[in-house]
């Protein structure tokens, strides 16, 4: 007997042999999107999605988490301030 891995979207669709289904790594410095990759979808680290409506939703969700104010600290470096944001 076979086994079979189901992937399934942040939205509950299931993967069937469509192939415009992309992948995304969201980190706390951004989000990377990435083509479809069978070994990749399988990393604890790694979002499934269906499909570009998916991809807009999570990136949009991502976008309204980056509006929150984040801690800023200034530091002179040779007569140049810079702000660093901490997220």
Known sequence: MAAITLFTCL???QKKTSNHWVLAKVT????TFMPWDTDLAMSRDIVILCGEG???S???R???DWKRPVAS???PVT???LELAVA
């Open 11 to 13: 939205c509950g669709v």
């Open 58 to 60: 999570l990136l949009s």
């Open 79 to 81: 007569g140049i301030e």
């Open 28 to 31: 706390s410095r951004g989000i």
């Open 73 to 75: 600290v200034s530091e």
């Open 62 to 64: 991502s976008l309204g």
């Open 54 to 56: 998916c991809a807009a």
